[in-house]
């Protein structure tokens, strides 16, 4: 799986074009530069004061909890069908292992930049700090820098991109993903009694925890309402796990053609469902289009870790699911579905069961 993020084919940005350099240097006149500029935020509604839409939560003691288990198994069910977004509390992670983690993320992102620069992502790489899917000079490019590792299975860990400071980063960013695998093979086994699956059924999609994690620094922007701090996407893998950082919100959520926003609670995880799981699930589970909105006072700041499919399997519906009706999609070995995805997000295509990288039958 990392042999193939490794052959993406993307340019390289200069020093003066890492947007939290960018910030500082325009927070005089706040005159965004056009690489930046993204009219198309405007084109679209944003709903906010909505009564209700706070993302579900689910309860991870209550899933483990035999009186409780039921209901919120169904309950998460429920939110994985409608919603594809929840939030996840009591699960587990020590809340001291979570403020360490926030602690080191903000502390790397305050180094120097030549600090930061010694774990640049090379030409034509996707680990470590700096952009990803930049492929021209002309191309938008969002408001956001990050730091992209892989983190499981260890041994293919790339540790030249692994920052040495602060130096308590790399042991919580070790003991912080362990706890993510754990939390993430807890959540399949509950979505395999939801989806009255087996449970190896599922899981052996994922065996050996592949797993990445994209640490985000959205720069603050005076001229926030034209800048992006993620363009609208939809993830590969099968979760993702969101950990905010610091309390400045900018999550939002795509659902009949609006914008919504995510309030985040404190402590909680904020998770969703990959297009690798709308795909096990026949589209059952839906993965849903979001994007990351920029404040015009403050940084925001979060930790993003997604559960990839195991390298040598086939992606495709579950065949206890299909009992009831045909196949909406194909099934594709892992490498040939990470190009495809790969590929889509490249040319700038939402990689959605719109595209062709889903391989749909209708």
């Given at each position: 799986?990392?042999?193939?993020?490794?052959?993406?084919?993307?340019?390289?940005?200069?020093?003066?074009?890492?947007?939290?350099?960018?910030?500082?240097?325009?927070?005089?006149?706040?005159?965004?530069?056009?690489?930046?500029?993204?009219?198309?935020?405007?084109?679209?509604?944003?709903?906010?004061?909505?009564?209700?839409?706070?993302?579900?939560?689910?309860?991870?003691?209550?899933?483990?909890?035999?009186?409780?288990s039921e209901e919120e198994t169904a309950k998460l069910g429920s939110v994985c069908e409608h919603w594809g977004f929840f939030q996840l509390v009591n699960h587990g992670l020590d809340d001291g292992l979570l403020q360490q983690m926030k602690a080191d993320?903000?502390?790397?992102?305050?180094?120097?930049?030549?600090?930061?620069?010694?774990?640049?992502?090379?030409?034509?790489?996707?680990?470590?700090?700096?952009?990803?899917?930049?492929?021209?000079?002309?191309?938008?490019?969002?408001?956001?820098?990050?730091?992209?590792?892989?983190?499981?299975?260890?041994?293919?860990?790339?540790?030249?991109?692994?920052?040495?400071?602060?130096?308590?980063?790399?042991?919580?960013?070790?003991?912080?993903?362990?706890?993510?695998?754990?939390?993430?093979?807890?959540?399949?086994?509950?979505?395999?009694?939801?989806?009255?699956?087996?449970?190896?059924?599922?899981?052996?999609?994922?065996?050996?925890?592949?797993?990445?994690?994209?640490?985000?620094?959205?720069?603050?922007?005076?001229?926030?309402?034209?800048?992006?701090?993620?363009?609208?996407?939809?993830?590969?893998?099968?979760?993702?796990?969101?950990?905010?950082?610091?309390?400045?919100?900018?999550?939002?959520?795509?659902?009949?053609?609006?914008?919504?926003?995510?309030?985040?609670?404190?402590?909680?995880?904020?998770?969703?469902?990959?297009?690798?799981?709308?795909?096990?699930?026949?589209?059952?589970?839906?993965?849903?289009?979001?994007?990351?909105?920029?404040?015009?006072?403050?940084?925001?700041?979060?930790?993003?870790?997604?559960?990839?499919?195991?390298?040598?399997?086939?992606?495709?519906?579950?065949?206890?699911?299909?009992?009831?009706?045909?196949?909406?999609?194909?099934?594709?070995?892992?490498?040939?579905?990470?190009?495809?995805?790969?590929?889509?997000?490249?040319?700038?295509?939402?990689?959605?069961?719109?595209?062709?990288?889903?391989?749909?039958?209708?």
């Amino acid at each position: 799986m990392a042999d193939t993020f490794d052959k993406i084919e993307v340019e390289f940005i200069d020093q003066d074009e890492i947007v939290q350099v960018v910030a500082d240097t325009i927070r005089d006149t706040g005159e965004v530069p056009e690489r930046y500029v993204r009219p198309e935020i405007k084109a679209e509604a944003v709903i906010v004061d909505v009564e209700g839409y706070d993302l579900p939560v689910i309860d991870m003691s209550r899933l483990l909890n035999p009186e409780f288990s039921e209901e919120e198994t169904a309950k998460l069910g429920s939110v994985c069908e409608h919603w594809g977004f929840f939030q996840l509390v009591n699960h587990g992670l020590d809340d001291g292992l979570l403020q360490q983690m926030k602690a080191d993320i903000t502390e790397f992102f305050s180094l120097p930049l030549e600090e930061k620069l010694t774990v640049a992502i090379p030409r034509n790489g996707v680990h470590g700090y700096g952009h990803h899917f930049v492929f021209s000079k002309e191309q938008k490019v969002d408001w956001a820098d990050l730091l992209f590792l892989a983190t499981r299975p260890v041994e293919e860990r790339n540790l030249a991109f692994w920052p040495t400071k602060p130096t308590t980063f790399r042991d919580t960013l070790d003991k912080y993903s362990l706890e993510l695998t754990k939390v993430s093979s807890q959540l399949l086994k509950f979505m395999a009694n939801n989806l009255e699956v087996d449970h190896e059924s599922l899981l052996d999609t994922f065996k050996g925890h592949s797993q990445f994690v994209r640490i985000n620094y959205y720069p603050p922007c005076r001229k926030s309402d034209t800048v992006l701090g993620l363009s609208p996407h939809t993830d590969g893998g099968g979760m993702t796990f969101l950990l905010h950082v610091n309390d400045v919100e900018g999550l939002q959520i795509k659902n009949d053609g609006k914008w919504f926003p995510v309030q985040s609670m404190p402590g909680a995880l904020v998770v969703n469902i990959g297009d690798t799981l709308e795909i096990l699930t026949n589209g059952r589970y839906k993965s849903i289009e979001h994007r990351a909105v920029i404040n015009p006072d403050k940084e925001r700041i979060t930790i993003a870790a997604f559960d990839m499919a195991n390298h040598l399997c086939m992606i495709g519906p579950l065949q206890e699911l299909l009992k009831a009706g045909e196949a909406r999609y194909k099934a594709i070995d892992t490498v040939e579905f990470t190009k495809g995805y790969l590929s889509a997000k490249l040319e700038g295509r939402r990689c959605d069961t719109d595209t062709m990288f889903l391989l749909l039958f209708a």
